[in-house]
């Protein structure tokens, strides 16, 4: 792992006995000795506190805060203009096509916008602003460290540090100080949980990580936790549940594109993939991201194919994430089926090792979101 | 008791041996959540894969060591598998094999060599 981009955390991942892993260029801890089980289950009950500085941060600027939003707005199909100020968002690209480029956080911090992208499509989508937008800079933050505190005792552990963290909602954003360090403050998170994302400098990071970590309800969790927390709370992995190939209908994430960016609205389309999009908002796909629930205990994965019948010959779909549920029980999946498939109830079959088994399709998320609204 | 170096032990029980994976393997595993065991009187050979493993990370195979007949399986395993992590070398154990040439254990490491393998 010699090539490998460590994040400020390194040393204190390593000292606290992660097991690392090369994950998007970086070496990330995918575990800690208490494991994925209890990483998970600790972040449901307490709180976990997650390293996730190999993502993107990003700063847009331009003349004033409407002409940034306005340019955004040219790449992504949602309301960014009506964005309030100090409030958060989830957006994504989109290409000609009606696909994902990616999926990002994006923030209105008065003159500019601060947007949060993938590890793994970071060098693209700056490369991609820079190329498509006219009038705005756009500024990789690279001496930042991006820490994530999850869970229910978030707010009260935050709250210890600074008690400003308490008033803050869902998807507020506020520069607070914690830990004598300026730190960009959002909350939101990606585990269906309430909590916050700090965006914290670099040479302060590890301080805060452990000023947190003191906490008797915070344990460090890493990257396995936080996936199969997302996947509980049924938030997509780009690169695996949405991609190129797939629409923002077809990925379920119609709620992300308000209506003034709609057919009828204000400020309707002006965005790659605008036709097919606005279509689809209209008219439905012909295939849809369900939640899916195997029956039995066996976990279905990623790229298990999906049947409408038992003894059908060609699938119908496949699974794009799958594993086992921590706090549901049980194995859970994510994948894509055809709109006919796609009723909550309805049987399918997905086929694990030769055999053909029973999934039922399911409302997402697994788990009630748990946010601070 | 012997060891492989796929992290299986063996023991000698009267004339079967039970088989199951040692607590390096499950520790590199992770949390199991699931074990497909075969069904009680199938024929295996050596190196066929007998027993499924998913742990919160991925899924494994597990391949019989030896000859033989599977006489009994860990049932408890379909309830708990996490009996795996929790008593590896015991209570988490995956299934009884009577072996057809028992002189096929002979190869396998001791104690003491396994430690020595996993080192």
């Known amino acids: ?373 | 008791m012997k060891f492989t170096e796929e992290h299986e032990w063996l023991r000698r029980e009267d004339d079967v041996v039970v088989v199951g994976i040692t607590e390096h393997a499950t520790t590199q595993l992770g949390d199991i959540v699931f074990v497909e065991l075969p069904e009680v009187g199938t024929t295996v050979t050596k190196d066929e894969e007998v027993v499924v493993i998913e742990s919160v990370k991925a899924a494994s195979d597990i391949m019989s060591p030896i000859d033989g007949e599977i006489v009994e399986v860990n049932t408890a395993l379909a309830d708990t598998p996490a009996l795996a992590n929790d008593d590896a070398i015991g209570a988490g154990w995956f299934f009884k094999i009577k072996p057809s040439d028992p002189s096929q254990m002979d190869e396998y490491m001791d104690e003491a060599a396994y430690n020595a393998f996993i080192a």
């Not at chain 1, 409408?308 to 799958?322: F, M, N, V």
Request: net charge negative; charged share 20%.
């Open chain 1, 1 to 373: 792992m010699t090539d490998l981009f460590h994040t400020p955390l390194h040393q204190l991942h390593e000292t606290l006995g992660a097991k690392m892993v090369p994950f998007a260029g970086y070496a990330m801890p995918v575990q800690y000795p208490m494991g994925v089980l209890q990483e998970h289950i600790h972040t449901r009950t307490k709180a976990g506190l997650f390293d996730v500085s190999h993502m993107g941060q990003v700063v847009i600027k331009g003349q004033d805060y409407a002409a940034v939003a306005t340019a955004l707005e040219t790449l992504i199909p949602v309301d960014i203009l009506g964005l309030g100020k100090d409030r958060q968002r989830y957006g994504f690209f989109t290409n000609e096509a009606g696909g994902i480029l990616d999926d990002l956080m994006l923030a209105n911090r008065g003159d500019h916008i601060f947007a949060v992208v993938n590890a793994a499509c970071k060098a693209a989508d700056i490369d991609y602003m820079k190329a498509n937008l006219s009038g705005v800079t756009v500024t990789e933050i690279a001496d930042r460290a991006l820490l994530a505190l999850q869970g229910p005792a978030a707010e009260a552990v935050l709250s210890a540090l600074n008690p400003n963290a308490a008033s803050m909602r869902f998807m507020d954003v506020v520069n607070l100080s914690l830990a004598g360090a300026e730190c960009w403050i959002s909350r939101s998170g990606y585990t269906g949980e309430d909590g916050y994302e700090i965006s914290v400098p670099a040479a302060q990071a590890e301080a805060l990580a452990r000023e947190l970590l003191a906490h008797a309800d915070v344990a460090p969790v890493g990257l396995g936790a936080r996936d199969s927390l997302r996947l509980e709370g049924g938030l997509c992995l780009y690169g695996h549940d949405i991609d190129t190939d797939s629409t923002p209908t077809q990925a379920a994430l119609n709620w992300a594109i308000q209506k003034v960016r709609r057919s009828g609205g204000d400020r309707s389309g002006g965005f790659p993939g605008a036709d097919v999009i606005l279509a689809e908002l209209t008219d439905g796909a012909a295939r849809k991201r369900v939640g899916l629930l195997p029956e039995g205990r066996a976990p279905m994965r990623e790229g298990v194919q999906l049947f409408a019948q038992i003894d059908d010959e060609r699938p119908i779909g496949k699974i794009t994430s799958g594993g086992f549920g921590p706090t549901v029980g049980a194995p859970i999946a994510m994948g894509y089926v055809p709109t006919a498939q796609s009723t909550i109830g309805t049987t399918i079959y997905g086929e694990l090792r030769g055999k053909r088994l029973p999934l039922t399709v399911a409302q997402l998320p697994f788990t009630p979101a748990n946010f601070k609204r």
